[in-house]
């Protein structure tokens, strides 16, 4: 499945003490990191929320999938 604020889910590699989640490729890194590097207004906050929202609800509408 597709939604343009969904990365894609390859999988994930677990060892004794760590575990991998592997996705596609994203340029700027993980959210995190770039949240980190770049100072955003409420504005461009809110948009970012709005955007993981409506990845979540898609991602629990449409898949049935339950994110924790």
Known sequence: FR???ILWF???VTTETEIFVVTEFAAHGSL????KKIEIDDSQKLEFSLSIAFGM???HKEKK???R
């Open 3 to 5: 939604h343009p604020n």
């Open 10 to 12: 390859f999988g994930e």
């Open 32 to 35: 995190h990191d770039f949240l």
């Open 57 to 59: 609800v898609y991602l």
């Open 65 to 67: 999938i339950i994110h």
